[in-house]
């Protein structure tokens, strides 16, 4: 969901392992650059860049069943799902499930739907509301909800930032309700993808704020809508929260998305540096794509492996995209013609 070059821990606490799972980048990079780069390519060749390992054999063996089928038409998916995939390191808890299991959340939980705005929200339904449960009967209501929660039969080639966002508040009313059933299904797509290192996020800041939005209640005065928070103390916890959060910022060792990176100042000093300090990208094409509409040559992909910086495949909020972590291999390695190693 960030949409700028961030460290990609910032209000989010990874809900399945440790923040240094960068330990697990050279298992899981297969398509991703940095340590098997020629040197000769890399411009900070000697400033943070790795020298260049040897190929195993078993990517050996995979880049030569690989490279004759990289360029049929359609990708070969079987083989991206059953490629060996670390893991997914940046992924939203609320954003990776599929619209069809949040309906159903939805439907289990007798929540009801606000037909005007497709959102979720609290029984009992009154006026202008029907019954999620109704979504199992209703295709076409079933089908209209996986349209906004989602960014399925989105036009493609128009932004799609605005209706991107807007389907976490459509279904927040299910995903605040569901998070041990939402990781269980997130487990359960490491299985089916062939990852061994499952990792989410959650913004526990999230559920102070919205229990301090209650407690506040609304003003139509602003001013005095601040005062209210500051006078009770109420802001003091939020506070300490963020400032832990910067602490945390300062020790950073992955960034999420980072496709401005050749928009920035001095961005070749950035990506020096980036590389050196042995700094992953985590880059999620899918959602790049459509929210900002960054692809292919438009994408900085290239840029980070040619400076040499890891750079790891991720999802994002794979059920809001509807795609997974095995498309996102087969479209790198399709559009930039990767191997095995990268
Ligand atoms: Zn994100």
Redesign the pocket.
């Known amino acids: ?2 949409r700028r070059f961030v460290p ?1 821990a910032r209000g989010t606490t990874n809900a399945l392992s440790p923040p240094t799972a960068l330990a697990a980048l050279s298992a899981l990079a297969v398509l991703s650059a940095g340590s098997v780069t020629p040197a000769a390519a890399q411009p900070a060749a000697g400033q943070g860049a790795p020298a260049p390992r040897e190929v195993t054999a078993a990517e050996a063996r995979t880049d030569a069943y690989l490279n004759p089928v990289r360029d049929r038409p359609g990708p070969p998916r079987d083989f991206f799902v059953r490629l060996p995939k670390g893991g997914d390191l ?1 992924n ?1 808890l609320s954003g990776a499930v599929s619209a069809e299991y949040l309906i159903e959340l939805a439907a289990e939980g007798g929540l009801c739907i606000d037909t005007a705005t497709t959102t979720a929200v609290t029984p009992p339904c009154g006026p202008g509301t029907r019954p999620a449960a109704d979504a199992r009967t209703d295709r076409a209501f079933h089908d209209a909800l996986v349209r906004a929660w989602s960014m399925e039969g989105f036009p493609p080639g128009q932004s799609g930032h605005d209706h991107f966002f807007a389907t976490f508040g459509k279904f927040g009313e299910v995903t605040w309700r569901h998070r041990g059933r939402m990781l269980a299904e997130v487990a359960d797509d490491v299985v089916r993808q062939n990852q061994f290192h499952p990792e989410t996020m959650v913004a526990p800041a999230s559920d102070g704020a919205r229990r301090l939005a209650d407690e506040v209640g609304r003003d139509d005065d602003l001013a005095a809508l601040h005062r209210k928070p500051v006078a009770g103390g109420k802001l003091d916890e939020p506070v300490a929260e963020a400032r832990k959060e910067a602490v945390g910022a300062a020790r950073t060792e992955r960034a ?2 980072g496709v401005d990176l050749v928009h920035e100042d001095d961005w070749q000093q950035t990506a020096r540096t980036t590389a050196a300090r042995r700094i992953a990208v985590e880059v ?1 094409f899918t ?1 790049n794509a459509q929210i900002l509409g960054g692809k292919g040559a438009d994408h900085p992909f290239t840029v980070y492996r040619r400076y040499g910086v890891p750079v790891v495949l991720a999802t ?2 794979p059920g809001v995209s509807r795609t997974g972590i095995s498309h996102e291999y087969a479209y790198a390695a399709a559009a930039y013609g990767l191997g095995c190693p990268g």
């Open positions: 969901m960030h990609a940046h939203h999420g998305h999620p959602s994002d909020d």
